[in-house]
């Protein structure tokens, strides 16, 4: 009886029935098990650009983590550069650092090839850790969709919140021009122990190409 | 009504703009290979029109809320977005066959506004292409995506069609195909 209803209402308004089922259709896991806002975050160990391995539990000491999903061969995570590396500086020392994930496969852009994306880090100094999702695991377990994409997590005891989702600013263009610093804020926010005003935010970006599972 | 008819009239200029633009675009290229002489007669007497329009979110807010009879297929796109120029192709086909119905195509290009004149004006001559094109300089894109559609995260290729009119629309964030194209038309289209 619901599923008819529920039918009924789809055709009343239209196609937007077709648009949502197409739209689950396309990423059938991610809508039902991507983190919102206040979810705790499972742990997770990746490979860095060096061989080592790095774990979220390694940052258990740090008052919180800006996760963001990037890759090297988008426009947007290409402008998003410098700012990623300005907001590591900014907050690292404050206990609040920024951590790189690349869910690129690097099948699909030779740009994400590990060596490539080691020369990369040497060439252009990466002081934040660069990890490598390459399995794309990780995203799939945030329900990233598009680069850059942050996360701001807030650590309470070990157990890692997510308290922001989305763009790092509004303006991927002109720094010169950005008015608000989403990111920034946020982590600003839950350093003086206040609550994050802007929680969610969406931004236009190169949409992450899954492996075929 | 009255907002109808600018949306008439700014469709078909735009429409005109773009195919009249397209034979000197063509010109100039043969004459960049050939006669450098010829380039700049085409020039001098026409001002190089750009094959592509730069348009801030209010024009698309018009198209949105216009209310015409006319279906709308608005492809958000970019010349980075490799699925995006695969499937340009099929938006073009569409534009071809669809030319005798109340069909028009747009699309949206996201390449930033300092990428126009040196990256998207010669991709969009390179691949010959005839259907409407708008540059949307809003670089705040979390202030519009929701606008276009709730359900879009941002990500590229997305395509809206929308006939404001007979209030249908179908979004999708995801690549298409012609058929698929086609067939969610033919929601919208008697043919």
């Given at each position: 009886m619901k599923k008819y209803a529920l039918i009924l209402v789809g055709l009343l308004v239209g196609l937007g029935a077709v648009t949502t089922a197409?739209?689950?259709?396309?990423?059938?896991?991610?809508?039902?098990?991507?983190?919102?806002?206040?979810d705790a975050v499972k742990n997770f160990r990746l490979k860095t650009l060096n061989g080592g391995m790095v774990s979220l539990s390694d940052f258990s000491d740090q008052k919180g983590v800006i996760i963001i999903f990037t890759c090297n061969h988008c426009p947007f995570s290409k402008a998003y550069e410098a700012r990623i590396g300005a907001l590591h500086r900014k907050f690292a020392a404050e206990g609040?650092?920024?951590?790189?994930?690349?869910?690129?496969?690097?099948?699909?852009?030779?740009?994400?090839?590990?060596?490539?994306?080691?020369?990369?880090?040497?060439?252009?100094?990466?002081?934040y850790p660069y990890l490598v999702d390459d399995t794309q695991t990780v995203a799939r377990a945030f329900g990233a969709n598009r680069t850059p994409q942050a996360y701001v997590l807030k650590n309470?005891?070990?157990?890692?919140?997510?308290?922001?989702?989305?763009?790092?600013?509004d303006n991927p263009q002109d720094p010169a021009n950005v008015t608000k610093r989403y990111v920034e804020d946020a982590v600003t926010n839950l350093l003086a122990g206040k609550p994050v005003v802007i929680t969610t935010t969406k931004a236009i970006g190169c949409a992450i190409k899954w492996k075929d599972a | 009504?009255?907002?109808?008819?600018?949306?008439?009239?700014?469709?078909?200029?735009?429409?005109?703009?773009?195919?009249?633009?397209?034979?000197?675009?063509?010109?100039?290229?043969?004459?960049?290979?050939?006669?450098?002489?010829?380039?700049?007669?085409?020039?001098?007497?026409?001002?190089?029109?750009?094959?592509?329009?730069?348009?801030?979110?209010?024009?698309?807010?018009?198209?949105?809320?216009?209310?015409?009879?006319?279906?709308?297929?608005?492809?958000?796109?970019?010349?980075?977005?490799?699925?995006?120029?695969?499937?340009?192709?099929?938006?073009?086909?569409?534009?071809?066959?669809?030319?005798?119905?109340?069909?028009?195509?747009?699309?949206?290009?996201?390449?930033?506004?300092?990428?126009?004149?040196?990256?998207?004006?010669?991709?969009?001559?390179?691949?010959?292409?005839?259907?409407?094109?708008?540059?949307?300089?809003e670089p705040d894109a979390n202030s519009w995506i929701d606008r276009v559609d709730p359900s879009w995260s941002g990500?590229?290729?997305?395509?809206?069609?929308?006939?404001?009119?007979?209030?249908?629309?179908?979004?999708?964030?995801?690549?298409?195909?012609?058929?698929?194209?086609?067939?969610?038309?033919?929601?919208?289209?008697?043919?």
């Open positions: 197409s739209g689950l259709l396309t990423q059938p896991a991610l809508a039902a098990d991507e983190y919102r806002i206040g609040f650092p920024v951590v790189v994930v690349n869910p690129s496969d690097p099948k699909t852009h030779e740009d994400d090839k590990i060596e490539q994306l080691s020369f990369l880090a040497r060439d252009k100094g990466y002081t309470t005891g070990g157990t890692f919140t997510v308290q922001y989702i989305g763009t790092l600013d | 009504m009255k907002n109808t008819l600018i949306i008439c009239i700014l469709s078909f200029s735009v429409q005109a703009f773009s195919q009249n633009t397209a034979s000197p675009a063509k010109g100039d290229f043969i004459a960049v290979a050939g006669n450098s002489v010829k380039k700049e007669k085409n020039i001098s007497l026409k001002p190089k029109a750009s094959a592509i329009l730069e348009v801030k979110w209010s024009a698309l807010e018009k198209l949105l809320n216009s209310n015409t009879d006319t279906t709308y297929i608005v492809n958000f796109w970019a010349t980075w977005c490799g699925p995006c120029v695969e499937e340009l192709p099929y938006f073009e086909q569409l534009n071809r066959n669809f030319a005798s119905q109340k069909v028009r195509i747009v699309l949206v290009s996201m390449d930033f506004v300092q990428d126009k004149d040196k990256r998207v004006v010669p991709f969009i001559e390179h691949m010959k292409i005839k259907s409407t094109v708008w540059l949307l300089n990500a590229l290729p997305a395509t809206l069609i929308l006939n404001t009119k007979s209030k249908k629309r179908a979004f999708y964030e995801k690549s298409l195909n012609y058929e698929s194209l086609a067939h969610a038309l033919g929601y919208f289209v008697e043919y």
